[in-house]
């Protein structure tokens, strides 16, 4: 980092509290040692409202062609376990983590360490917690922003500090950044919980269409192009869904489908305690033990019909 004079930072295509909180922090931390950094996701106009207001997204740009010419001396990815996850195609991506070195910054224990560094801490609850800890080794000051971005990432990825993995070191992070500057209130708290109006009704008819399988144990729903259009709303907006599934009672696994085109969906899991990843990873996706994620290339109602006959085997295994 301290080496760095034109550094790229990059993050999933997805963007989550998480990833992009990490990536304005990283950002603002080159800002600290006086260096400009240049942010990219793949879609920055999908990240949903209140994503978009955490300090810096505006600034975020989209992957393109030019950024795998550009002056950049290194390449810094964050909360990302495998290159696919970038999104772009992948004579794009192939061209941004092979012209210049890679350091690969996460927490994922399915990650694939395809950076010449991999700072990998997957006892981490989130990858703000890891960049925290950087920071705090390195004596890089807490900017406010940055403090509130990385704040907004461990709120996001531990529920408001809710699943197993938060650590005491989690909340040593979470104290650390309320003492620069950080809230778990305001946005933090926003990026779990607010959604717009449209993306509100977007959230009623996703829940309005729950299914459930297996005696109950299963939950699942979907969101449709047609119900996103109805409430004037994108297909991305409809975050927290998974999670909310997972707290109806007598649910082990909950599932949520998104249709990304006429022939993609995307399919978010989440389990009460039996791993997921692997069996999201048969299908090419990943994540971690209890909450995975996967696409597949079928319309939305057969790409439900053939995961959930995977997850109902799956729970006689």
């Known amino acids: 980092m301290q080496r760095a004079r034109r550094p790229l930072v990059l ?23 006086g260096v400009d950094a240049v942010l990219a ?20 740009i989209p992957l393109s062609a030019e950024l795998a010419t550009a002056d950049h001396d290194i390449t810094f990815v964050v909360d990302t376990a495998s290159p696919a996850l970038l999104g772009g195609e992948p004579s794009l991506r192939d061209a941004l983590l092979q012209r210049w070195p890679v350091v690969n910054i996460d927490h994922h224990d399915s990650n694939q360490h395809y950076g010449g560094v991999n700072y990998v801490e997957t006892a981490a609850a989130a990858t703000a917690e890891v960049l925290w800890g950087i920071f705090t080794d390195a004596g890089i000051p807490l900017s406010p922003d940055m403090a509130t971005n990385l704040q907004a990432g461990l ?13 005491p070191r989690t909340l040593r992070a979470a104290a650390g950044l309320l003492e620069a500057g950080g809230a778990t209130h305001g946005l933090p708290r926003r990026v779990l919980n607010a959604r717009t109006i449209a993306a509100t009704r977007l959230y009623g008819a996703a829940l309005a269409a729950v299914q459930t399988t297996a005696s109950g144990r299963i939950v699942w729903t979907c969101v449709t ?22 707290e109806v009672v007598g649910a082990e696994i909950a599932a949520v489908f998104y249709e990304l085109d006429p022939d993609r969906t995307r399919a978010s899991l989440r389990s009460t305690g039996r791993p997921v990843r692997a069996l999201a990873e048969e299908f090419g996706g990943g994540g971690h033990q209890l909450a995975a994620g996967l696409t597949i290339q079928q319309p939305i109602s057969a790409a439900q019909r053939i995961v959930i006959d995977r997850l109902e085997t799956f729970l006689t295994e």
């Open 225 to 246: 192009q047609a119900m996103a259009d109805s409430v004037d709303a994108s297909v991305h907006y409809s975050h927290g869904l998974p999670n909310t599934l997972q």
């Open 11 to 33: 993050s999933h295509r997805d963007s989550d509290a998480d990833s992009l909180g990490s990536a304005l922090a990283l950002g603002g931390a080159f800002a600290q040692l």
């Open 155 to 167: 709120v996001g990825d531990t529920l408001g500090f809710q699943i197993a993995d938060t650590s």
């Open 41 to 60: 996701v793949h879609h920055p106009e999908r990240i949903a409202p209140p994503l978009n207001e955490l300090p810096g997204a505006s600034a975020v």
